[in-house]
């Protein structure tokens, strides 16, 4: 009985071991694809398990479920053919888009905010210290370009 149970299921017992052994791979080459075909052969297996069939159709049901499982995980996880993100960011281009006071007034184009616990050199119009900017842009790794931030107008002023 056990050789009989063992022969007609030994392609389930091979497609299942052959899934899991593509799964545990997937961890030592961490990419989110082994896991895909992993799983097909996984799933292949069970299926072979509890309802025989022949080697062609699991071979076409294998094929079908990598190519449905792939496309599922490209949505999952991003496109296969997306190039590579930007270039990691420095402090300063987190930054941009925020307002901030200037501690020290912009003259001749230069001047200062304070973010944080440290000061930022800053290149923009001439304003007053305490007026409130803009950071637009980043040039030269560190220094921050700001646009005056018009301050609100009055309850009076929009009637």
């Given at each position: 009985m056990f050789h009989s149970f063992f022969s007609t299921h030994l392609a389930a017992l091979l497609w299942l071991a052959g899934g899991l052994i593509l799964c545990a791979a997937e961890t030592l080459a961490p990419?989110?694809?082994?896991?895909?075909?992993?799983?097909?052969?996984?799933?292949?297996?069970?299926?072979?398990?509890?309802?025989?069939?022949?080697?062609?159709?699991?071979?076409?049901?294998?094929?079908?479920?990598?190519?449905?499982?792939?496309?599922?995980?490209?949505?999952?996880?991003?496109?296969?053919?997306?190039?590579?993100g930007p270039l990691p960011q420095s402090r300063a281009h987190a930054l941009i888009g925020s307002d901030f006071l200037l501690e020290e007034a912009i003259v001749h184009g230069h001047g200062r905010i304070r973010v944080a616990d440290s000061s930022w050199r800053v290149k923009g119009d001439d304003c007053p210290a305490g007026a409130k900017v803009r950071v637009v842009a980043v040039e030269d790794g560190s220094l921050l370009r700001v646009e005056r931030v018009e301050p609100p107008r009055a309850a009076a002023d929009q009637r």
């Open positions: 990419g989110a694809f082994l896991i895909f075909i992993g799983a097909a052969a996984a799933i292949v297996g069970a299926i072979a398990f509890f309802a025989p069939l022949d080697l062609t159709t699991q071979l076409l049901l294998f094929g079908a479920l990598v190519i449905a499982l792939v496309m599922i995980g490209r949505d999952l996880y991003g496109s296969l053919h997306a190039g590579p």
